[in-house]
Every structure is written in structure tokens, then in C-alpha cells.
């Protein structure tokens, strides 16, 4: 059996751990609160996460991959989360190669490591790969928050900006070829 | 094979998981962003509040006064006396955990401390610690804490995390509502000059100027005026709303938001041209410039003082009866706490009337004063102003149940009434996300400041989510609600939850819905965007 065949027999136990991993980054009480509540609105993390892991565990192990844009959708689902929690960045990222850790202690019941050492550095090397998308998405949704932060300045004061002759239109007014420069 | 056999935490080789402690044990960590900034000198000086100082909660040292656990133990002694319900949601709470799961603020986070029962537990287990006799002599064992320097640096932290929202008491089998909890905790911060400029600069600016962001009379008229200038491109007609004119009938007061902030000002350019084509008697008042108070937030006694200036100026205008914008916090204070406070009105007020339909608000009996809502749903249900629907037919909307007028004020109804006959297309969250159970926007009670970008964006979670789920199933590109702090905070929400989705206030919809009498013919809404049914209608004809 291919090593992905092989991860594929324990898909569900392997989702489970991950998704559970991912859980018991919260404090012990809240990991719980994620792990049992199933209703997405009053749980929206733990639903959300579990929905990432899902999609993540096929794209990791089937033979085709998921396309980037639903890649991309999975990670955002997991990562938007973590980048406004109480996270540093590693640990808002990091929660991705906990499957690392997890394939390799289930894998020892699932068959001989050695037979497939190469594979497993092939599959670590996609979850690498899937990492390095979810810290492009991580970035995205910090800059972000900055982004909002001056766009709700300027919207509380657009009316006094209009009164000062500041807005955007009084000073296109006054530099016509501001375009060109 | 060992070193394939590593543990997820031995991979990462950093410690993943939570610090396995009690939850008195863990101690917050500040840092940028997860600290609203502090309240300025200059600002606590001019109100005459305790301790004017600069300080950081970045700092070791927060220069408390030296007398600080004296001024804490009489603060909250005085309180216990005087708050009949704050000694009662001290000694009351059985632990049952009905309220742990509901805040936005845990939902989205995960810090327990911001469970509702654990976030009231930080001042519990004081008072438990300093007045009960059993927490005197046994200290933790019978869930009390002696006050420490680290006990105040939580409570900052903590009750700077509550929105006042008071979805949690909804669930409490015993009523107990933290809301009330964090009320009287920030009150006996303020009694060490422990609190945010965020809230207190515009206490500041409203004690003295009347408005939050300091507005002066004039330049709050040159506004009002600019916005005149707009409607008149827009429908060619000019309004010129009465200012601080005496015999009007009504004195119509809204959050300033309305005035200076993008996009509250559509909201209020639709009050302008409803009352216009109602022919409603009213003026606005520059005194009475900020419906919005965030004395609520501050101290009983800052919230009176600032709430006094709506029956003062009503009063001295010599107006019946007031007519309230759409705004949150400030129907809380005037259903909650206005005629306690500041009641009875001034004797020469009746109990409102509609002039147009002569409907008895007979729910403002006390207060006089009626919500715009209910006044434009009253219209609406008499048939009284004419509107035309297809003018907002590329909306697909839904509607923000605002924590205030929802939680604090009852008002479900006649929002939706309004919206919907102002729109064809309207869609309702999830039943668990709406109404009674609505989740906060994350930015009430005085935290809708931006340096807490991100304790906004993960409370607002829950409120994001559910609107995604509307917005993926129903096309929803609208979200609209009847609060002014709302109209700002909703939007970094549902940018960052679910974007592509604008924020409006109800009354902008009314604006662009209302036939006028003598309108040009309308070509765009009151933002100056072309209206989309005039080009599909071309290409029909075509
Ligand atoms: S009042 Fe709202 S923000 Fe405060 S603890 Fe309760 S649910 Fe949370
Ligand atoms: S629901 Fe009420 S009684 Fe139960 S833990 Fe919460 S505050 Fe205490």
C-alpha cells in the first residue's frame, strides 16, 4: 500500500488528532467548549477549525490536491482566527505542522516506517508548502487590521475632513495631474 | 526511529498548548493591541476625576494613588450600599456555567477569563476576600483573594473587555447581569485613575461642548449644512432644518456620529428628508448635539450628568416632546435610567403624539421620548409616506439587532417594519444570532477605538459569522442597524468576517426609498452612487 493509501485507513483518526491538537492550543477549559459544541453559530471556532482540518487532511492526503483557491479558502477558514487571537505568529501558524507529529506517532501502527521514509519526508515537505501559504494568509489578515484601523479614522472625521477642505476630492482639486505623479 | 516519534510541542519545540494553571493563577500579559490606551492627563484633569497622570499598562508601575486599596475598599463598600443589585450579583451567583459560553468575547477569543462568570468572579472573589466573613478566614478555599496590584492590572485588562452587551444575563437563571458587574468594577477603576482616553476624551468633549468629538455650534451647522448641499444634488430640493429655534414641537436629538461620521451622515440626511416631507415642527439644537453617552460607560454619575442637557434643552426650547436618532447606548440610558436620573421631565412636555398620524406613544409616557424607528414604522403602518422600493432593489439586506435597543430597550419590530417597506429584498440571520440573543459588534461600551483592532475583530466573530452564513446564502450585501457606534464598528466586521458586505443605517434606506413632493428625478442614492435600477430599466426599454 502507498504511504498516502496508508494515512488514508486512518483519515478519520488522524483528523480527529489534529483537529484535537489544534483544540489544546486554547486553555484547557475552552479546548473542551470547541470540542463539543457543533452549533457553527455558537461555536464558530471550533466549527471552523474542524471544517480547515477537513478540507487540509484531503488535500494532504489524497493523491490530487485541492486547487489554491480552495487551498487557500481552507487555511483562511483556520488561519483569519488565529491572526486576532491571543497567538504569537508561530503559534497561529504553528498549528499547522502539528499533523507533522501527529502522522509520525500513528504511524508506527500503521506500518513498517521504513519502508516508506521517503515518502514521509515527501508528505512533511507538503505540509511545509501548505505552512508557508497559511504565513502569506496570516500577513494578509494583520495588514489587514492596520488597513481598517486608518480607514475607521478617516470615516469617523469625514465630515469634519470636508469642513477643513481635506477630503480626498478638495485635494484632487488642487492637484490635477496628482494622477501622473 | 525516535526522533520521528516526537510530540506535537517537542516538534515545535516551544510550549503550544495553554500554561496548565488555576485561573487565579494565570496573569494577563499587555502588550500592544491588546490594551485600549489610557485616558490623557490634560482630559482627567478637566473633568476633576482622580489621579491625572501619564501612565502606561505597559508599565510596572501604574502610579496608583498611595491610599489606592483604602480608596478600592471604600469605593466598593459605598457601592454595595447603594446598589442593592450589585449586593445581589455579588452574592448570588451559584457557578452553574449557564452564562459561561454565551459572550462574543470568549466565543471568539477563548480566554475563559472572558466567560461572563469568571469575568464577575474577578471582582467576586474580592468582595468575597474583603466583606464576606467565611472568605476572610478562608481566603481561596471559600472562593475569595486578597487585593493586590494584580488584582487591578485584571480588572483593566478584563472589564475593558466587556461591551456591556448583557447577552450573558439573558441565559442566567438568576437575572444576574455582568453588564452591571463591569459598570460598578470600571466606576472604582475611575477612583484610581485607571481608564481610557478612548472613552474619557469624548465624556470630556461632551461635558463641555455637547458633542463627542468637541464640535463647536458653528462648525456643527456649517455640517449640517454641507449635508443640505447633498440632499439638494441628489433630490433638488433644499432642506433648511430649523437650529436651536425655540416653539418647535419636537427637538430632535441623535448621536453625532450621524453629523460627522461616514456613512451615519446618510443616515441622517434620511431624517432630514423624512421630516421635510412629513412637515414635521421640530429643530435640531447644537447644545443637544450628542444623543450618544458615554457617561454610561464611565460612572452613574457622568452618565446623569450628560443625559441632564436633553430634558434642559427641551426645556428651554419649549419643545413637547423628544424625537431620538438611531443610536444604541443612548436608548439604554434614556429606558433604563433617564427618569431616575433626571425625571421627572421638565412639567411643560406631554407625551408624545404623532402630528402626522395622531398615534399615542403611549410606551414614552414617562420618558417623552420616542425612537425614530417607532416613529417612521407608525408612519409607515398609517400610510404616510410614499416609497419606492426599486430605488434600493440591488440591496439584499439584512438587519443588526444593536445589543442597546434590542437588549435594553426591547425594539425588534419596527426596525424590520421599516426596512422592509423600504426593501424588497431582506433576509434574517439565524434565530440563536438575532433579536434577545443578538451578538454584540464588539465595540460597545466605549471600546470601538482602533488600537484594539484585534480583540474587536475576534468578539466580533460571532456576529461576522453569522452574517457570512447570510451573505453566502442569500447574496446578503447589506447589513443594517439602528446604532451610530454600530455603523462604524460593523464595518471593519464585516470586512474582515464577511467581506463585500456595506453597512447602512436604517433611515439611509428610508432616504433613498421617500418620494418627495417636487424631487427631481432621482439618479443616485445618497451616496452619489448611480442607482442600479434606472440602468436595468433603460435596457429593458431598449
Ligand atoms: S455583558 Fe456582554 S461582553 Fe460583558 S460579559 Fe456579558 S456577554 Fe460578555
Ligand atoms: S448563569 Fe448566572 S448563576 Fe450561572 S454562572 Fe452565570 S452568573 Fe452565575
Known amino acids: 500500500m502507498s504511504f498516502l493509501a496508508l494515512l488514508r485507513s486512518d483519515r478519520e483518526g488522524i483528523a480527529i488528532a489534529w483537529r484535537d491538537a489544534i483544540y489544546s492550543t486554547y486553555p484547557f477549559d475552552t479546548a473542551g467548549f470547541l470540542r463539543k459544541g457543533q452549533d457553527e453559530f455558537k461555536n464558530p471556532v471550533g466549527v471552523r477549525t474542524d471544517a480547515a482540518v477537513q478540507a487540509l487532511v484531503k488535500h494532504l492526503l489524497e493523491e490530487t490536491v485541492l486547487d489554491d483557491v480552495a487551498l487557500d479558502a481552507a487555511l483562511d477558514e483556520l488561519v483569519r482566527i488565529r491572526a486576532v487571537q491571543d497567538f504569537t505568529p508561530g503559534k497561529a501558524i504553528g498549528a499547522l505542522f502539528l499533523i507533522k507529529g501527529i502522522v509520525r506517532q500513528r504511524l508506527p501502527k500503521l506500518g513498517k516506517l521504513k519502508d516508506h521514509a521517503e515518502a514521509v519526508l515527501r508528505f512533511e515537505s507538503k505540509v511545509d508548502s501548505v505552512a508557508l501559504r497559511a504565513f502569506d494568509i496570516y500577513v494578509k489578515c494583520r495588514t489587514q487590521l492596520y488597513e481598517m484601523r486608518l480607514k475607521e479614522i478617516k470615516n469617523r472625521h469625514a465630515m469634519l475632513f470636508r469642513h477643513a477642505g481635506l477630503t480626498a476630492d478638495a485635494a484632487a482639486e488642487e492637484t490635477p495631474d496628482s494622477d501622473q505623479q | 526511529m525516535a526522533k520521528f516519534n516526537m510530540t506535537p510541542d517537542e516538534l515545535l519545540?516551544?510550549?503550544?498548548?495553554?500554561?496548565?494553571?488555576?485561573?487565579?493563577?494565570?496573569?494577563?500579559?499587555?502588550?500592544?493591541?491588546?490594551?485600549?490606551?489610557?485616558?490623557?492627563?490634560?482630559?482627567?484633569?478637566?473633568?476633576?476625576?482622580?489621579?491625572?497622570?501619564?501612565?502606561?499598562?505597559?508599565?510596572?508601575?501604574?502610579?496608583?494613588?498611595?491610599?489606592?486599596?483604602?480608596?478600592?475598599?471604600?469605593?466598593?463598600?459605598?457601592?454595595?450600599?447603594?446598589?442593592?443589585?450589585f449586593k445581589i450579583f455579588m452574592d448570588i451567583c451559584v457557578r452553574c456555567g449557564a452564562c459561561a459560553d454565551k459572550?462574543?468575547?470568549?466565543?471568539?477569543?477563548?480566554?475563559?477569563?472572558?466567560?461572563?462568570?469568571?469575568?464577575?468572579?474577578?471582582?467576586?472573589?474580592?468582595?468575597?476576600?474583603?466583606?464576606?466573613?467565611?472568605?476572610?478566614?478562608?481566603?481561596?478555599?471559600?472562593?475569595?483573594?486578597?487585593?493586590?496590584?494584580?488584582?487591578?492590572?485584571?480588572?483593566?485588562?478584563?472589564?475593558?473587555?466587556?461591551?456591556?452587551?448583557?447577552?450573558?444575563?439573558?441565559?442566567?437563571?438568576?437575572?444576574i447581569d455582568t453588564?452591571?458587574?463591569?459598570?460598578?468594577?470600571?466606576?472604582?477603576?475611575?477612583?484610581?485613575?485607571?481608564?481610557?482616553?478612548?472613552?474619557?476624551?469624548?465624556?470630556?468633549?461632551?461635558?463641555?461642548?455637547?458633542?463627542?468629538?468637541?464640535?463647536?455650534?458653528?462648525?456643527?451647522?456649517?455640517?449640517?449644512?454641507?449635508?443640505?448641499?447633498?440632499?439638494?444634488?441628489?433630490?433638488?430640493?433644499?432642506?433648511?432644518?430649523?437650529?436651536?429655534?425655540?416653539?418647535?414641537?419636537?427637538?430632535?436629538?441623535?448621536?453625532?456620529?450621524?453629523?460627522?461620521?461616514?456613512?451615519?451622515?446618510?443616515?441622517?440626511?434620511?431624517?432630514?428628508?423624512?421630516?421635510?416631507?412629513?412637515?414635521?415642527?421640530?429643530?435640531?439644537?447644537?447644545?443637544a448635539s450628542e444623543g450618544g453617552n458615554f457617561g454610561l460607560f464611565t460612572s452613574h454619575e457622568m452618565m446623569k450628568k450628560l443625559n441632564a442637557k436633553m430634558y434642559a434643552e427641551a426645556e428651554r426650547l419649549g419643545s413637547k416632546w423628544i424625537l431620538g436618532g438611531e443610536c444604541g447606548h443612548m436608548w439604554r440610558v434614556i429606558n433604563q435610567y433617564m427618569s431616575t436620573h433626571n425625571g421627572p421631565c421638565p412639567p411643560k412636555m406631554e407625551t408624545p403624539v404623532n402630528p402626522i398620524t395622531g398615534t399615542v406613544f403611549r410606551n414614552a409616557t414617562e420618558t417623552k421620548m420616542v425612537h425614530i424607528a417607532e416613529f417612521t414604522a407608525d408612519l409607515i403602518r398609517h400610510n404616510k409616506i410614499k416609497l419606492d422600493k426599486r430605488r434600493n432593489a440591488h440591496l439584499n439586506v439584512t438587519f443588526h439587532d444593536s445589543c442597546n435597543p434590542a437588549r435594553g430597550m426591547g425594539m425588534f419590530e419596527e426596525p424590520r417594519e421599516v426596512i422592509k417597506a423600504c426593501c424588497d429584498n431582506f433576509f434574517e440571520m439565524p434565530a440563536?444570532?438575532?433579536?434577545?440573543?443578538?451578538?454584540?459588534?464588539?465595540?460597545?461600551?466605549?471600546?470601538?477605538?482602533?488600537?484594539?483592532?484585534?480583540?474587536?475583530?475576534?468578539?466580533?466573530?460571532?456576529?461576522?459569522?453569522?452574517?457570512?452564513?447570510?451573505?453566502?446564502?442569500?447574496?446578503?450585501?447589506?447589513?443594517?442597524?439602528?446604532?451610530?457606534?454600530?455603523?462604524?464598528?460593523?464595518?471593519?466586521?464585516?470586512?474582515?468576517?464577511?467581506p463585500g458586505v456595506g453597512i447602512c443605517g436604517v433611515h439611509e434606506l428610508v432616504g433613498n426609498a421617500l418620494i418627495m413632493k417636487g424631487e427631481q428625478e432621482r439618479t443616485m442614492d445618497l451616496r452619489q452612487n448611480d442607482l442600479p435600477y434606472l440602468d436595468e430599466s433603460a435596457e429593458e426599454d431598449a
Open chain 2, 179 to 287: 453588564a452591571e458587574v463591569t459598570m460598578i468594577a470600571r466606576e472604582l477603576l475611575q477612583l484610581l485613575g485607571v481608564n481610557i482616553n478612548w472613552m474619557m476624551e469624548p465624556v470630556r468633549n461632551c461635558n463641555r461642548m455637547g458633542n463627542h468629538l468637541g464640535i463647536q455650534p458653528h462648525a456643527f451647522k456649517d455640517i449640517v449644512e454641507f449635508l443640505c448641499d447633498d440632499i439638494e444634488t441628489i433630490t433638488g430640493i433644499r432642506i433648511k432644518p430649523p437650529m436651536n429655534e425655540k416653539g418647535h414641537e419636537v427637538l430632535f436629538i441623535t448621536p453625532s456620529g450621524d453629523v460627522f461620521a461616514d456613512p451615519g451622515i446618510y443616515t441622517f440626511m434620511g431624517y432630514l428628508m423624512l421630516f421635510h416631507e412629513i412637515g414635521l415642527d421640530y429643530t435640531l439644537s447644537t447644545y
Open chain 2, 103 to 175: 459572550c462574543h468575547f470568549y466565543i471568539g477569543g477563548g480566554d475563559p477569563k472572558n466567560m461572563p462568570v469568571l469575568r464577575a468572579e474577578l471582582l467576586r472573589s474580592i468582595y468575597r476576600g474583603e466583606f464576606t466573613a467565611a472568605g476572610k478566614i478562608l481566603g481561596k478555599w471559600a472562593g475569595g483573594r486578597p487585593l493586590t496590584m494584580d488584582v487591578v492590572k485584571e480588572w483593566f485588562f478584563y472589564f475593558y473587555q466587556c461591551t456591556e452587551c448583557r447577552r450573558c444575563s439573558l441565559f442566567c437563571p438568576y437575572g
Open chain 2, 432 to 498: 440563536q444570532t438575532i433579536r434577545e440573543q443578538t451578538f454584540c459588534c464588539a465595540g460597545g461600551s466605549g471600546l470601538n477605538t482602533e488600537e484594539i483592532m484585534e480583540i474587536r475583530m475576534r468578539g466580533g466573530l460571532p456576529r461576522g459569522n453569522a452574517l457570512r452564513h447570510v451573505q453566502q446564502k442569500h447574496n446578503v450585501n447589506t447589513m443594517a442597524c439602528v446604532c451610530a457606534i454600530d455603523r462604524a464598528t460593523l464595518i471593519p466586521l464585516a470586512d474582515y468576517w464577511a
Open chain 2, 13 to 85: 519545540n516551544f510550549q503550544f498548548g495553554a500554561p496548565n494553571v488555576g485561573w487565579m493563577e494565570h496573569k494577563p500579559v499587555f502588550k500592544e493591541g491588546n490594551f485600549a490606551y489610557p485616558a490623557k492627563p490634560d482630559v482627567i484633569r478637566d473633568l476633576g476625576f482622580p489621579n491625572p497622570r501619564e501612565w502606561s499598562p505597559l508599565d510596572e508601575d501604574w502610579k496608583l494613588p498611595e491610599n489606592w486599596m483604602e480608596i478600592v475598599r471604600e469605593g466598593m463598600k459605598d457601592r454595595l450600599e447603594r446598589y442593592r443589585s
